[in-house]
């Protein structure tokens, strides 16, 4: 069973409480209604799924009940970090530095 | 039947008892309940209408100082949603209303029941079906956190380092209960 | 190839067993080959099998990053049915089953597929419409299937608590007679055996890290941990790895990658004589010729290539069994052990060309891939020989996800009012 | 007398305290404290069990959790049997009873030991090579005849009657393993200030200090100062201290889970006491003291009753106070033997010969021999034993060959040397590394915040080892923040090294192809399988194991994992770590279903949710049925009707008079907020602007794919509240649903939700009086026509307490539907009832719910439709608002599969004899005469008979249906052929008159 980090409790808790919800920087065409059918296929079944570094959604469901993004390393499944929904990407510095962190 | 004349309620967990020599698994008193959702600048407003004050910390909760708010508690479920509950059964909807700022209250008395956990047992009869740290410095009295019991949702309040108030939707009731009861049986303290 | 026989086995026991010959060899890959496989697994090759075997195609290598049979064809709970509601699947997966009959003959070894029924659960109303509503589609594809009541259900399989106090008691199920399992090692061994006796090359611990494609975008072989190795048509069957392979080649899959487990207990003298699967209690078991039950789990919620999964898994697919089978709370855990499956949106697998010529893929098994093997394999070997899929393959194309013609057997199933 | 190999003075049972118990029938006396091995073995019983495959006859190899062979059945009673127990973790208790598993007809004597003289023909793999002619003979002959061999001990056949329990706990330090080296180190860490959970798998704390009685720390002797470190921990009110509880699963971020078993030992244990108790364990930091495990020596019969593992006998004896033999024999290739020999030979027991594989012992060895009077032969092996049901004697030859010479024994100890218990540090997903010069695998790259001590770190010395204990235990505590400094100092002194010995055959093991030297105890997987499996090609360890089972029986190849891969690396003339090594996967020990589902069983298994109305219900002899975790009330039968009359008296009363239902379970979310209705607007294919508080209106919620997720029906309170119903099955996720778009997707928009599902218990009363029927009851509200019409939703009160009432129809007939505050759920439908049946209406449930619906052609989301099915398939394309710009699913609609022409529509169907009721879930076909397989158009998804339109009736999605009314279509059943007629979906009242009452 995980242990993540709830940007919004600000606390590590028991994966029970949280419900994965896919992919994370999956942006919902704003005039969806005019893309192509390729394009509505790399929007809602196209995956990166990547081995090792994804970016992910969560939802502290039986928590505080908000969703939130994680990077997580899916071959050891450690959380690099977690932050709040609607923040950007973080980037490769952002990342080091956190892993960094997180290995000491 | 007059139509003035209000029929009678129903609890949940009427007439159940639980537990053993180390913990007493009892339900709850009635009370009434709101779900509270607000965007900040709402906080102060309805905290005052409420004569508690909306905690902003995660997981923890208030008690009213005021007289005539008390029995009254606000418990931090989210970075914008409270659980205000008032154990003499006040109309907690109406005091909110006309309060400034864009918020949600709504009226949840009958949607969630309580079981009241306590003695020596509490923790250890909870933390069977809780995988939250229940320790003191984890989670004091006051600590408030919508979490697991087994297979149920709860929110789980610390009254007292030995009691505490599991907060649970009516129709989940009767099986946090008996989950209570069976944990209750012989607790590892 | 030496066969296989009791007379075979009686003669090596005089002998001391000392004159068997390698089931496979360990060569050095070759420069070039007609066809590589990704992908030692019973799918892969059983692909390279059928390719030799009925298409003339014996320059071959399958690459293998570990050792081979050690994905997934290794790591199931062997389950065989092909009593699937769409025509499409009912297609591919009785495809599979017709071969599954005769396949030790076939392969001269003996994949002890064993017809000991699959029986499906109902619990509930909505349980009942939709088993029944498979039972008459697949009576009407020529799959079978057929309806039980409690107690023919519990005369089947007498384990079976079909008690009305149980939390959700049987209301009935749905049992294919023949399915049932098979031995996952021997399907491997037995494919690697015959597809080596037809000349193809298994290359075992060789992980590929790198597709190479030509100026026009045609695959032109793969780049190996030993080295380069070429060929016009390479077919990813690397179950659980599939996105990353195809990333290799520049082609973004509708798949993610999940931790399925799975368990057996130790080996009790049988107890229970069939498969056994309920959708609503969540859990499917049977017991092994050793005497094991083997008992699968869900897969964990997030994706993963850790191929372990959490313990909270295991509880709740054993509280499901110790629910349907009360006398089974004391049986002990022996073994548990995780896979990596992909899955796909529609949770159907997907057996096509790509968009980059020479390329073919056969991924998305999800958790039930192994019933499929040589059906799947077989029409595989048909769409790389031709350049042009099968028939019974046709519908599991790419394409799909964009047109929205998907094959989705979970969705019929779902969840009720 | 508790057996007459007990040695007066030996070991540390207390011999007055006796109980008695009773293996395969007879009765045995032991000593409290003993195991069923020890007690079985100090009555001189040797003979426990059958082998797997051969059925050779076997005694105890071990004393611990490694034990392959004394595996037994023990019984409380028939619904608490217990098979496979090691009877070497087996604690006895007065009147237990053990009985021997895998023979028949008696244990002494057993037919299936025929299998060992056809062993030959059984190599590894044999049955991938055969039993394949005539294919028919596989399952009804061959394969009959093999399962039927299989399996060791018998499974229970009745439910189990014991509980079990579970708890999750945190702390700062896990210590695993309570041998000397984790009881320092939980010690250190506990003096330094952090939260120490420790936990080992015996009764007692001191792991290897039961036997090794060389040991001195603090100058006291080692188990007594394990007693009273364990004590002095318990003690404190940062540590807890378990025992008889194994760390069985190591699980990423530091999640250990342990088996505690709390009454296994108990002769009459409370029955508040559970069985055995999960702890989940979330630690900061786990420190592996895990020791290591002695293997055997791999020569011809190297199984029979009597040769065991010299700590096996050294246990015995020094723990236990039981002489394993009267004339012992020593094969050994380490100094670790000797060191049993010796303390036999101190308490009187003959040993006839240390056999040293070795030229050279260990310092100190021979001379201790030579003062003690045993006989030592280096360079020499033990090449074959003799006796049927015990060793009688073993054949001693030198190295290679030569001067063979048969020695009586009546027991054999043999020692192989060590291997490191790295089980849980590879469950961490550590990774492994070889160490050449000693030739272990021991821990190299860890992957948690872990360590490994001691024994199973490959530390040899005593002191080191301890020092190595506290220094972890320090590093733990600072890690985590302690503060304090243990300032803990342990001497030790004594004890054996852990490392030297053989991995592999011996002499003695072949190469003759004939010898059956074992490896795999259990699985009866020789030396000669290993190599015939290299020899077929298996090249990797993983191979090798499942050819020839090596390491896969219940003991899960705790003895002989190290020596497989030996064997196999030495047929390959590789190095071990080139031949690979088996992962280690949880459990470490094998663990009952029961202790991991612990609470969830019986009425835990799943909650079960009832409305406020269910006791009512109940009362009325309501039939229930299942509905995701509800039991809903499905009919209500009276006396001598069944289900079918109760139905159609149900249905005929709500459209003839009226019906009383319980709608609680459907899902309920208020969505409150200025931003309300513009979420709503991208929730549902509907508009949501116009809709004036107090109305209501039908909604349809598609995913981004376009296919239907939930319907309900969606009333406007006040501007910016709104009363969602949802499913009864969908209410969960229709709200994360919606969460997700407004929190990820939407989140500028200024609305919340919030479910009432349960704040609301609703009564439907349905039919031509059910305003007559509520109107007395209303205040506040007027129920004309005119004030409120169908598709109104008002707040006013009813029996006194606040209501939300709507005025909606899932029947066709007029009819409210009462939100009543949960509590009063009951006393609210009570007074309608009270008014209801003297109208003579009735209390319905869902099945006449599904009929009136059906009868009225709406569908139910799951049933009518399933997750292929758009709005338009489902002939919903009025509810689609055709002028937004967007909503969830607007695009996905627009799919190229999703307008095709052949899509399969929903349709009504009517059988041409009236009478015949078609089944759920029958296919429709345009020609019935097709062969198999045929082209099938679609299927029926409702149908019912229909009291009130005295017919059958049926909806079916049919691919293209809407263009095919009034055609003719078949559904083929098995015996015969069925022939519908396509009609519109409205079976009865087609106008829709009399929702308006």
New interface residues.
Partial sequence: ??LIHCPYCDEERP??EF??A??AHIERPTDIKSIS??E???F????????GV?Y?RWRHMHGCGRFFNAV?D????KFVMTYEAGKPRPDGDELRAKSKETNQ | MAKSEAVQPHYPLEGRLGGSAFVSVSPGEPASRLALRARPEALASLSKALGVKLPEKPKTSTRATAVKAKGRRAAWIGPDEWLVIDENGADLLAACDGVDGVFSAVDVSNRNTAIIVSGAGAEATISAGCPQNLSMDVFPVGACSRTLLGKTEIILLREAEDVFRVEVWRSFSAYAFAFLADSGRSPMM | MRR???F???R??MR???G???????PEPKKQYDVIIIGAGGHGLGTAFYLAKEHGITNIAVVEK?????GNT?RNTTIIRSNYLY?ES??LYNHAMKMWD?L??DL???V????RGVMMLA????DV?????????N????VQNEWLTPEQAKEYCP?L?ISQTA???VMGAALQRCGGNA?H??VA??YARAATDRGVDII?NCAVTGIKRSANGAVEGVETTRGFIGAKKVGVVAAG?S??LMEMAGV??????YPLQALV???????FPCVVMSNTVHAYISQ????ELVIGAGTD??????Q?G???I??HT??????MF?????????????GTV?VT?DRSPILAKTPVPGLYVNCGWGTGGFKATPGSAHVFAHTIANDAPHAINAPFNLD???????I?E???????? | MSGANRIAGAGRLTPAKTVRFTFDGEIYTALEGDTLASALVANGVHLMGRS?KYHRARGVLGAGAEEPNALMGIERDRA?????VRATVQEVFEGMKATSQNRWPSLAFDIGAVNNLMS??F?AG????????P?AA??KLY?PI???A???????????T?H?ASRYVHCDVLVIGGGVCGLSAALAAAKSGASVVICDEQAQMGGALAYENGVTLYDEAGFDWAGKTAAELAGMDNVRVLTRTTAF?Y??QN?V?LSERVTDHLAEPDADLPRERLW?VRAKRVIIATGAIERHMVFANNDRPGIMLSSAARTFLNHYGVAVGTKVGVYTANDSAYETAFDLKRVGVSVEAIVDCRDNPGEGKLSTAADLGITVKTGHSVTNTKGARRITAMVVERNGGGGAKTIAVDALIMSAGWTPSVHMFSQS?GKVAWDADTQRFLPGDYAQDCVSIGACNGTEDLQASVDEAIAAGEFAAKAVGGKRAANLKIAASGGGGWSGGVAGSADGAGPD??VKAFVDFQNDVTA?DIR?AV??????I??VK??T?NG???D?GKTSNIHGLAIAADALSREMPAV?LTTF???YT?????S??NH??G?L??P?RKTPMHGWAEEHGAVF????QWKRAWYFPRIGEDMHAAVNRECKTVREAAGVFDASTLGKIEVVGPDAAAFLDLMYTNGWGKLKPGRCKYGIMLRE???IYDDGVVARIAEDRFHVTT????AP?VLHHMEDYLQTEFPHLDVWLTSTSEQWAVIAVQGPKAREIIEPLVEDIDLSNEAMPHMSALEGKICGVPTRLFRVSFTGEAGYEVNVPADFGRAVWEAIWERAEPLGACAYGTETMHVLRAEKGFI????D????VTPQDAGLSWAIAKSKPDYVGIR?LM????VADDRKQLVGLKTKDANTVL?????V?ADPNQP???K?LG?VTSSYWSENCGRSIAMALVAGGRAKMGETLYV?M?DRTIEVEVTGTVFFDEKGERVNG
Wanted: aromatic letters at 12%; hydrophobic letters at 30%; glycine letters at 10%.
């Fill in positions: 069973m995980l994966e029970l419900r994965h896919g992919e059918d390729e509505f296929m790399k809602f079944f196209l995956r990166d799924n990547p081995k994804a992910e997580r899916t071959v050891s499944d | 296989y026989s009791i075979a086995v009686a090596e026991t001391g067993h000392k068997w010959p390698k089931q496979w060899t360990s570990g050792w081979l049979g050690g290794g025509d009912a297609g005769g030790s003959q001269n070894y003996n002890m597929y064993s017809a619990h509930n109303v909505h419409q939709g088993a029944k509503r498979h039972i008459h589609a009576r009407l594809n020529g384990p608590n939390r959700y008691p031995r090692d021997a061994w037995g075992q790895h996105s990353v973004n899959m509708p798949l993610e990658s207990s130790e080996p009790v003298k049988p107890i092994s010729d050793k005497g919620q997030y994706t993963s290539y850790s372990a959490g313990l909270h295991l509880t054993l509280d499901a069994i110790c629910e009360p006398i089974f709370s004391r049986m002990k855990m022996l073994r548990s052990w995780g992909d949106p799909r996800f964009r047109t929205g013609r998907l989705d979970a969705a019929a199933a779902a969840v009720a009012h | 797997f608490r049997r217990q098979p496979n030959p023909f190599a044999f049955y991938y090579k055969t039993f394949m002619w294919k596989w399952q394969e093999i399962r039927g299989a399996g060791l001990g018998v499974s229970p056949d009745e439910a189990d014991d079990y699963g699980y990423v999640f889970a989940q997903r192809t004939t000669k015939l020899r077929e090609g298996m090249h990797s993983e191979h499942r050819f089972t896969m029986a219940s899960q690979g996967r949880p459990p094998p663990v009952t279903f029961g991991i589902v969830g069983r009425q298994f799943d079960t049925e299942d509905v995701s794919d376009g296919f499913t009864t099955g969908g996720r139910i989301v799951g049933q439709t399933d997750g292929t996905g799919r190229p599969d999703l089944e759920e879930g029958a296919q076909v198999i397989p045929m099938m299927h083929p098995p």
